[in-house]
T-cell receptor, first 110, second 111 residues
Framework: GQQVMQIPQYQHVQEGEDFTTYCNSS?????IQWYKQRPGGHPVFLIQ?????EVKKQKRLTFQFGEAKKNSSLHITATQTTDVGTYFC??????????FGTGTRLQVFP | DTAVSQTPKYLVTQMGNDKSIKCEQN?????MYWYKQDSKKFLKIMFS???????INETVPNRFSPKSPDKAHLNLHINSLELGDSAVYFC??????????FGEGSRLTVL
C-alpha cells in the first residue's frame, strides 16, 4: 500500500544519548524525504534520499536509504534538547502526492 | 517574507458552523496542498492543486471544499463543522517531486 510505518512511535532519551527512527514500506520507494516538526510548529524539510544505499549526513544527523529502497533511517548522535520534536519520513506517490509516515516523537531530558 | 502563510492561526467555533482557512505562497510553486494533522500527530493529505486544478482529492467528506483562485492561493472552506473536524490544518506548496514548504498551521477547535 501507500502507507509508510515508522518505529518507534515515541522515544525518550537522556541528553547525550543517541536516537534512531526507522521508516518501513512494503513497496519500493522512488525516494524518501525526512521532516522535523517542533512542538507547536510545522513540519520542516530535512533531506531527500533517492539512491539505493544512500547515506547522507547533516552535522549530528545521519540519514540512510536501504539497499532495496523499502526502508530508511534517521540517526541522531549525542542528542540535544533542541532535537525535541516529531520526525516524519515521507514517500512520494504518483509524483506529486507526498504521504507521511506515522512519525516518531522524540523527547530529550537534560 | 513568509513563504507559505495561512490565516487564521486559531479558530474556535460551534458545531454546525461554516469556516474558511486561507493560504498563500510566494514561492512561485505550481502545486499546493492541504494536510490535516490530528491529535495523534498523523499528517494526512486532503487535497492537492496544480496550477489551480484539483489533482488529488483524498477520501474527505464533501463538507470540505478547496478553492484555488490562482496558483498562489489555496483556500479551504468547511461546512457544517463536526467535533471530529478539530485538528491542525496545514497548507503546503512544492515543485514536485521536491520538498514541501508548510505554512504555520491553523488550529481548528469545534465545540
Amino acid at each position: 500500500g501507500q502507507q509508510v510505518m515508522q518505529i518507534p512511535q515515541y522515544q525518550h532519551v537522556q541528553e547525550g544519548e543517541d536516537f534512531t527512527t526507522y521508516c518501513n514500506s512494503s513497496t519500493t520507494l522512488s525516494n524518501i524525504q525526512w521532516y522535523k516538526q517542533r512542538p507547536g510548529g510545522h513540519p520542516v524539510f530535512l533531506i531527500q534520499l533517492v539512491k539505493s544505499g544512500e547515506v547522507k549526513k547533516q552535522k549530528r544527523l545521519t540519514f540512510q536509504f536501504g539497499e532495496a529502497k523499502k526502508n530508511s533511517s534517521l540517526h541522531i548522535t549525542a542528542t540535544q534538547t533542541t532535537d525535541v520534536g516529531t520526525y516524519f519520513c515521507a514517500r512520494t506517490y504518483n509524483t506529486d502526492k507526498l504521504i507521511f509516515g506515522t512519525g516518531t516523537r522524540l523527547q530529550v531530558f537534560p | 517574507d513568509t513563504a507559505v502563510s495561512q490565516t487564521p492561526k486559531y479558530l474556535v467555533t460551534q458545531m454546525g458552523n461554516d469556516k474558511s482557512i486561507k493560504c498563500e505562497q510566494n514561492l512561485g510553486h505550481d502545486t499546493m496542498y492541504w494536510y490535516k494533522q490530528d491529535s495523534k500527530k498523523f499528517l494526512k493529505i486532503m487535497f492537492s492543486y496544480n496550477n489551480k486544478e484539483l489533482i488529488i482529492n483524498e477520501t474527505v467528506p464533501n463538507r470540505f471544499s478547496p478553492k484555488s483562485p490562482d496558483k498562489a492561493h489555496l483556500n479551504l472552506h468547511i461546512n457544517s463543522l463536526e467535533l471530529g473536524d478539530s485538528a491542525v490544518y496545514f497548507c503546503a506548496s512544492s515543485l514536485p517531486p521536491g520538498e514541501l514548504f508548510f505554512g504555520e498551521g491553523s488550529r481548528l477547535t469545534v465545540l
